[in-house]
């Protein structure tokens, strides 16, 4: 599976972004994708994930983004999408997604669990 992201960009506090990733090589439907963040100087950390198929497509949001960020997909466009709200400076990471098609429930806040990654958008939010 191939993955690639892109709407990364600068914006200021306050302002909005939405990032795509989009999928080749594989049935979008049965994997788990998932968007993870790293800023500078600091571990990869969690962002959120939509589950396969066969999680129900269920849908998962880091506490640190909660009410501001959110994660859909379309299974007909091998795409999944991250609206991003209300940015805030300690927002700013390069942001990757990921995707595995036999990850578990309890583990998809793991990067290690997921075999598959896009190349990471770069996200400035300036104050």
């Known amino acids: 599976v191939q993955l690639q992201a892109s709407g990364g960009g600068l914006v200021q506090t306050g302002g909005s972004l939405r990032l795509s990733c989009v999928a080749s090589?594989?049935?979008?439907?049965?994997?788990?994708m998932a968007w993870f963040r790293q800023a500078p100087g600091k571990e990869r950390e969690f962002v959120a994930a939509?589950?396969?198929?066969?999680?129900?497509?269920?849908?998962y949001v880091a506490d640190s983004v909660k009410g501001r960020f959110t994660i859909s997909r379309d299974n007909a466009k091998n795409t999944v999408y991250m609206q991003m709200n209300s940015l805030k400076p300690e927002d700013t990471a390069v942001y990757y997604c990921?995707?595995?098609?036999?990850?578990?429930?309890?583990?998809?806040?793991?990067?290690?669990?997921?075999?598959?990654w896009g190349q990471g958008t770069l996200v400035t939010v300036s104050s």
């Open positions: 939509s589950g396969s198929s066969r999680h129900g497509g269920r849908t």
């Open positions: 090589g594989g049935t979008f439907s049965r994997y788990t």
């Open positions: 990921a995707a595995d098609a036999s990850i578990i429930l309890s583990s998809y806040r793991d990067y290690a669990q997921y075999d598959y």
